[in-house]
Nanobody
Framework: QVQLVESGGGLVQPGGSLRLSCAAS????????MGWYRRAPGKQRELVAG???????NYADSVKGRFTISRGSAKNTVYLQMNSLKPEDTAVYFC?????????????WGQGTQVTVSS
């Protein structure tokens, strides 16, 4: 069974920084892509940042230049460094990974971590 566990959310003042972490565990054969999504109150879930196994990244326009996605050395961990945070970044952030096990291939999600940007 595959699990994704996020950590690092919390309350931060505007202009501050947070670093989210997500670790994948279980019977994983390979991880093809990882990313971060968020869902703000009253809004649909949106892609924040994505990272392919080849190292290509993509970001939502609203976070370009402020957020950075990266992979850990163990390759089963993904980070989201969030700088210059704004109140509109307040949301539940979810880790996503496209994972292949010995029997299936599909998208897996973490449970979400709350990020609140407020003074």
């Amino acid at each position: 069974q595959v699990q994704l566990v996020e950590s690092g959310g919390g309350l931060v003042q505007p202009g501050g920084s947070l670093r989210l972490s997500c670790a994948a565990s279980g019977s994983i054969f390979s991880i093809n892509a990882m990313g971060w999504y968020r869902r703000a109150p009253g809004k649909q879930r949106e892609l924040v940042a994505g990272l392919t196994s080849g190292g290509s990244t993509n970001y939502a326009d609203s976070v370009k230049g402020r957020f950075t996605i990266s992979r850990g050395s163990a390759k089963n961990t993904v980070y989201l460094q969030m700088n210059s945070l704004k109140p509109e970044d307040t949301a539940v952030y979810f880790c996503n990974a496209h994972i292949e096990t010995s029997t299936v291939r599909g998208d897996y999600w973490g449970q979400g971590t709350q990020v609140t940007v407020s003074s």
